[in-house]
């Protein structure tokens, strides 16, 4: 057990110390929201390692309760990620209700660990680590069930939202230089399958007194550290990928040197010119820019290019991102409809110019022009 610990803290360090090291690791929120997880991940499995070490336990025994709680956040960190994928605002009174069962059960795991001595609750702890009881008590079942029953239901709402929308969904990953919505389904399957699922059976089997229960914690432990692995193996996929596309020799040293900057892929001058002879016609073609359906994955369908491969032409051609990009020239094209036209209602130019409602139309036009498109066509 305290191996699969010990690697599993390795393997967070190597993740958080080099690879999201880098300048713009973090630039997307999406990234945060993983990266704060990890953390999590990380710091269970230093307490773990400590409670098995009576000298440790002797130094912060409380720490020990008071991590139980922390179980009430995994699927919360889920639906985090779901909402800055899908480009949702997080900080609401929605988001501070679904954490508010973690604050209430903090408070309640330090007050119930400061009601016992220190030497008291040091046996405890030991009494409970040599499966010398077989029974839980009525508190400790309903922490279980409420943990069980909190963590299901947000994981299937957090799972409904990502399904919802999913077309939407994949243009705003594509927009973040991000992997793809294939990579993100195959998370939000393995934290049900390599940690929920698991962490189930450890726990039924240590509440009926199972005799195989260190097998189950320890199938829970090899889970949890394999779901460790693939939050770095995102990063060092992105990091391939980079360097691939530079011609570059791919070696452990440049995947992890801090200078390979993530999301600022290095395109050489003949890749650059091959891009620039396949999009900027497509970009003078109206029938594309004006197609409802044009967004990064789709072009990038188009063209048969990789879409960050795309992201990162139009951000160094035009220094700005592409659909900042497609909205100018689409703006851009609403007014000489607008000139032409006055006698067209907004809606109509909207929908003539891609958008699918006149709101979203509106605060584009406005953003650009820095007027409405009422105001524009009034003058």
């Not at 800055?84 to 119930?112: A, C, D, G, H, Y």
């Not at 839980?136 to 069930?145: A, L, P, R, V």
Request: glycine share 2%; proline share 2%; aromatic share 14%.
């Amino acid at each position: 057990m305290n191996i699969i610990l010990t690697a599993q803290l390795i393997i967070s360090l190597f993740i958080i110390l080099i690879l999201y090291r880098q300048e713009d690791s973090l630039k997307h929120q999406s990234e945060k929201i993983l990266f704060y997880y990890l953390i999590l991940l990380m710091l269970r499995s230093f307490i773990e390692l400590m409670s098995n070490n009576i000298e440790y336990i002797s130094k912060v025994p409380y720490i020990i309760f008071i991590n139980q709680s922390t179980y009430l956040l995994d699927a919360f960190f889920i639906y985090l990620y779901v909402k800055v994928l899908k480009q949702e605002k997080i900080s609401n009174i929605k988001t501070l209700l679904l954490l508010l069962p973690f604050i209430i059960m903090s408070i309640l795991s330090t007050r119930n660990a400061l009601s016992y001595e220190k030497t008291e609750l040091i046996n405890q702890i030991i009494y409970l680590d040599q499966n010398q009881r077989s029974e839980w008590n009525s508190i400790e079942i309903t922490y279980f069930i409420l943990v069980i029953i909190y963590n299901l239901s947000i994981y299937i709402y957090s799972l409904f939202l990502f399904k919802s929308n999913s077309s939407a969904l994949e243009k705003s990953i594509s927009e973040k230089n991000d992997l793809s919505y294939s990579w993100q389904k195959m998370f939000m399957n393995s934290w049900f399958l390599l940690f929920f699922i698991p962490f189930i059976f450890a726990f039924i089997s240590h509440y009926n007194g199972n005799n195989n229960r260190k097998i189950y914690f320890l199938i829970f432990s090899v889970c949890t550290l394999i779901m460790t692995f693939i939050l770095g193996l995102k990063k060092i996929n992105l990091k391939y990928e980079e360097l691939k596309l530079s011609h570059e020799a791919v070696s452990l040293k440049k995947i992890i040197n801090i200078n390979n900057k993530y999301g600022t892929l290095k395109l050489d001058t003949k890749k650059t010119t091959e891009l620039k002879h396949k999009i900027a016609p497509l970009f003078l073609d109206r029938e594309v820019i004006l197609n409802s359906k044009l967004n990064l994955a789709w072009f990038s369908n188009l063209i048969n290019e990789k879409p960050y491969v795309i992201s990162q032409f139009i951000n160094s051609t035009h220094n700005m991102s592409f659909q900042e990009y497609v909205n100018t020239l689409r703006i851009n094209l609403s007014k000489e409809m607008l000139k032409k036209n006055p006698d067209y209602k907004i809606i109509h130019i909207a929908l003539d110019c891609g958008y699918n409602s006149r709101e979203i139309f509106n605060r584009q036009f406005k953003k650009i022009t820095g007027i409405t498109p009422s105001q524009f066509k009034s003058k």
